[in-house]
């Protein structure tokens, strides 16, 4: 590990996708303009401070879901930067909690079965997906990096880049085994 990388609490995007902005399209501040930098990844700014995204890239995050994931949707507002690149990143969470109808069980073999089935798709663009087991104590989590550059060419704004989501890159016919009775 070089210092670069030990100097970001979070890493350098070299290993791991680190969040550039959260579920409601802020920074997270996790990196830095002189990061953004060294990675010649340009920057747009916010009231004058660094924020990770270019007005232009900034139009395709919001605070929204993509209908996909068998109703499990993807929020919209993410991004993050992932060796030496800036994805968008649709992130599927496969709550399984109190109240849901769904096991711990059955949610992790549906991601399993939905990464597969999309993974093709997106690696073919460029981009990566991830699953991570028990994210929180009541989800599963599939974070779906797209390539910035990739989005801009295939769709003209937010909505146009939802539909492509919904009808294109995650598009899946599989469904989630659902119990009869909420999850304890």
């Given at each position: 590990?070089?210092?670069?990388?030990?100097?970001?609490?979070?890493?350098d995007?070299?290993?791991?996708?680190?969040?550039?902005?959260?579920?409601?399209?802020?920074?997270?501040?996790?990196v830095d303009?002189a990061?953004?930098?060294?990675?010649?990844?340009?920057?747009?700014?916010?009231?004058?401070?660094f924020?990770?995204?270019?007005?232009?890239?900034?139009?395709?995050?919001?605070?929204?879901?993509?209908?996909?994931?068998?109703?499990?949707?993807?929020?919209?507002?993410?991004?993050?930067?992932?060796?030496?690149?800036?994805?968008?990143?649709?992130?599927?969470e496969?709550?399984?909690?109190?109240?849901?109808?769904?096991?711990?069980?059955?949610?992790?073999?549906?991601?399993?079965?939905?990464?597969?089935?999309?993974?093709?798709?997106?690696?073919?663009?460029?981009?990566?997906?991830?699953?991570?087991?028990?994210?929180?104590?009541?989800?599963?989590?599939?974070?779906?990096?797209?390539?910035?550059?990739?989005?801009?060419?295939?769709?003209?704004d937010?909505?146009?880049?939802?539909?492509?989501?919904?009808?294109?890159?995650?598009?899946?016919?599989?469904?989630?085994?659902?119990?009869?009775?909420?999850?304890?």
């Amino acid at each position: 590990m070089n210092a670069q990388h030990d100097s970001y609490r979070f890493g350098d995007g070299s290993n791991e996708p680190v969040y550039l902005t959260n579920g409601c399209c802020e920074s997270t501040d996790h990196v830095d303009a002189a990061l953004f930098e060294r990675l010649g990844l340009e920057a747009g700014s916010d009231h004058g401070a660094f924020y990770p995204l270019t007005d232009r890239e900034l139009k395709y995050i919001g605070e929204d879901y993509a209908d996909v994931a068998s109703g499990f949707g993807a929020h919209l507002g993410y991004s993050a930067l992932y060796q030496g690149g800036k994805y968008l990143m649709p992130s599927i969470e496969l709550y399984f909690g109190e109240g849901g109808n769904v096991t711990s069980e059955a949610a992790l073999a549906y991601g399993k079965v939905f990464v597969d089935d999309v993974k093709g798709r997106i690696s073919g663009i460029g981009g990566h997906v991830f699953l991570e087991e028990e994210h929180d104590e009541d989800r599963h989590l599939i974070q779906v990096l797209v390539p910035v550059e990739y989005v801009m060419s295939k769709t003209e704004d937010f909505d146009a880049w939802k539909a492509h989501l919904e009808d294109v890159l995650l598009k899946s016919d599989l469904a989630v085994e659902v119990t009869d009775s909420p999850a304890p």
